[in-house]
């Protein structure tokens, strides 16, 4: 078998970069990307005969690791069944069921293939429901590569240095009003200057394509009120936070109510699939009960519906939580108590089996605040990790993460892997 750097030279001849999503060209680190050629629990196997512990798990959505065995017997006899029928299925039912139970906010849900297209599906029905044209988001929130959403955003589009993209019509992003996170009063401002053009917010409660921020203390509960106020639907992308940081999101930590959530990734057991949900009276202006066209031939397929399924209840039927949450504050102390011992500047935002590393000294709040924290300190540091075993994601602009694969053991070696990483600097 080819080793990475071959199966990389070989890529990019055909592929744009070489990757089939930006991040992964290490263009902000530096240096060659591996290849996986297999994954197991807690661990990925390299093209390069390496083992590492993985702290990224495909982007977030591997919360019970790798290959999982209740998963793959999910996935193993739907396929007995088909692959996919492009008719409903009594998967996406059971689905249905179980993410209504399991987030209070959601009374009717629409299936669909990725994090984009539910985003891009929240935006359009919020528009088709008020019959308002506006947005707002927030600096530095991702929200996929959706045209009107990518304007200041985060995960790859800093890390090649490009907030904006190319290929978005100015008179499309000039219905986006981009804000800085955290400051309710430039929301309050903006809905008075347009208050009756507003269709909604979209936001991550918890911004996690930008490392890991926290909202302000009353700045969610702000946003729900001015949206109650002017008669906005409130978003929330839990594509990254729903059921990682608990099961019913940030939402039901932070005890906010959106009137439409979208999620992703974890939800699909490893298979790509999204969701859009929330108030039923919203939700009926989709198509095929109301005029916001949506649709999808792979929606509910029954392999990604079968996996998540399996997913969610192990989540829902084990202590699963509770034991990530220690695993987190672990990584955190270890990382936090070398930082003072060695009088580096850091910063470790951590909530549950997510976590970040900023290099700097003081809380980041803001995009501005994330792209001032030391990027060549970070790069040193990745490749440290990454030599020694350890792979975190390579940006110091996306998230961390554990999974209920990680025992004790590999997380025990992975703090020591950090510990003298941080000490190398």
Not at 193 to 220: M, Q, T, V
Request: net charge negative; aromatic share 8%.
């Amino acid at each position: 078998m080819s080793n990475s750097s071959d199966l990389f030279e070989r890529a990019k001849q055909l592929i744009p970069g070489g990757v089939n999503s930006p991040v992964r060209a290490f263009r902000s680190v530096g240096g060659t990307p591996f290849f996986t050629k297999k994954a197991n629990g807690a661990t990925l196997t390299t093209a390069d005969d390496q083992d590492l512990i993985d702290f990224v798990c495909t982007w977030g959505p591997a919360i019970h690791g790798h290959n999982h065995p209740v998963i793959r017997e999910a996935i193993a006899e739907a396929l007995n069944n088909g692959t996919s029928f492009g008719t409903p299925n009594p998967y996406e039912v059971e689905m249905a069921e179980l993410l209504v139970e399991m987030v209070p906010s959601l009374e009717k849900i629409r299936m669909v293939n990725s994090g984009t297209e539910a985003t891009m599906t929240a935006i359009r029905l919020a528009r088709g429901y008020t019959k308002r044209n506006k947005i707002i988001k927030f600096e530095g929130c991702y929200h996929g590569h959706v045209d009107s959403l990518l304007i200041k955003a985060g995960s790859g589009a800093l890390t090649l240095g490009n907030p904006d993209s190319a290929g978005i019509p100015e008179s499309l992003a000039a219905e986006t009003i981009v804000l800085p996170f955290n400051e309710l009063e430039a929301v309050a401002a903006a809905f008075e200057k347009y208050s009756d053009e507003i269709a909604g917010i979209i936001l991550e409660p918890y911004p996690a394509n930008i490392g890991l921020i926290f909202p302000k203390s009353g700045y969610l509960q702000g946003l729900r009120d001015l949206c109650t106020q002017f008669g906005s639907v409130l978003i929330f992308d839990e594509v990254m936070t729903g059921f990682r940081v608990t099961a019913g999101g940030v939402q039901t930590k932070e005890g906010i109510t959106p009137d439409l959530t979208t999620l992703g990734k974890i939800i699909g057991g490893g298979l790509p699939v999204g969701a859009l949900g929330g108030r039923a009276e919203i939700m009926n202006h989709l198509a095929p009960l109301g005029p916001v066209y949506q649709a999808g031939t792979l929606s509910g397929n029954p392999l990604a519906m079968a996996a998540g399924i399996a997913s969610l209840k192990l989540l829902r039927d084990s202590d699963a939580y509770n034991r990530l949450e220690k695993l987190g504050t672990q990584v955190k102390e270890a990382i936090s108590s070398t930082l003072y011992e060695i009088g580096l500047p850091g910063q470790i935002p951590q909530v549950g089996s997510m976590f970040c590393l900023y290099f700097t000294d003081t809380p980041v709040e803001n995009l501005d605040e994330a792209t001032a924290t030391d990027t060549d300190r970070f790069n040193k540091y990745f490749h440290t990790c990454l030599e020694n075993g350890a792979y975190i994601p390579p940006s110091k602009y996306e998230g961390n993460f554990i999974s209920t694969a990680h025992d004790q053991g590999g997380i025990d070696q992975a703090c020591d892997i950090f510990v003298n990483a941080l000490r190398s600097l």
